[in-house]
């Protein structure tokens, strides 16, 4: 099956910088959805986003839908080291369809 | 809040023998899924059930069969276990045509 190319494949930071990951699809697809994995747990959603162009926030995390529908980008302002974890980005082109997961950006924070 | 608990958080096997994975949600979800996940290759999928007694293959179903005979309950079953099916397996359910998935904590098999 298909899968998302998302990079970095993992980020060293400093606490309180800025992050950016992305996915990217040879398709489009028609929801885009994060989620994030913290260490020893199962993935949990983290945004959805349902329209090209789309730009929604939950707290420092902002994402947005690519207006080609073949792409999606989240950001992390000021990281914490409560931010550690594996985020995964996930297209579905149709409702009841599967998901498409990407290989997973994998986020360490230095305090 | 959804819950989707996993029977082992850890297991570890001997090459050939049979493994069964439990998974159970409490929140009447129709689908459920089994994934692995292995570093860098993200999640992919290796069987699903839209219903009770309902089964779907994924992309990766060689070597794995599953069981849905209640709704809240999905198995995933090795038949006879191999070294490449070391991995972390996560289960997953969600309603029908609702895009979340809600996934459980993940066992982490071993097989040797």
């Known amino acids: 099956g298909q899968q998302l190319n998302q990079s970095p494949q993992s980020m060293f930071i400093q606490e309180g910088e800025d992050v950016s990951m992305n996915c990217t699809s040879s398709?489009?697809?028609?929801?885009w959805l994060w989620y994030k994995q913290e260490p020893g747990e199962g993935p949990v959603l983290l945004i959805a986003l349902y329209k090209a162009g789309e730009l929604t926030s939950n707290g420092r995390l902002t994402a947005q839908f690519g207006i080609t529908r073949k792409d999606s980008f989240l950001n992390i302002s000021a990281s914490i080291p409560s931010d550690v974890g594996i985020y995964f980005c996930a297209g579905q082109l149709y409702a009841g369809n599967m998901l498409t997961f990407g290989g997973g950006t994998r986020l360490m924070v230095k305090p | 809040d959804v819950k989707v608990t996993q029977s082992s958080r850890y297991l570890v096997k001997r090459t050939g023998e049979k493994v069964f994975l439990e998974c159970v949600q409490d929140?009447?979800?129709?689908?459920m899924f089994w994934y692995r996940q292995d570093p860098g290759l993200g999640l992919r999928l290796i069987y699903f059930?839209?219903?009770?007694?309902?089964?779907e293959k994924g992309d990766i179903p060689e070597g794995y069969s599953v069981s849905r005979e209640k709704k809240e309950r999905f198995s995933l079953i090795l038949e006879s276990a191999s070294t490449n099916q070391t991995s972390m397996y996560l289960c997953?359910?969600?309603?029908?045509?609702?895009?979340?998935?809600?996934f459980g904590p993940g066992t982490r098999l071993l097989v040797l």
């Open positions: 929140m009447d979800h129709e689908n």
């Open positions: 997953a359910s969600r309603v029908t045509n609702r895009e979340t998935q809600y």
């Open positions: 059930s839209y219903d009770v007694k309902m089964k």
């Open positions: 398709s489009i697809f028609n929801t």
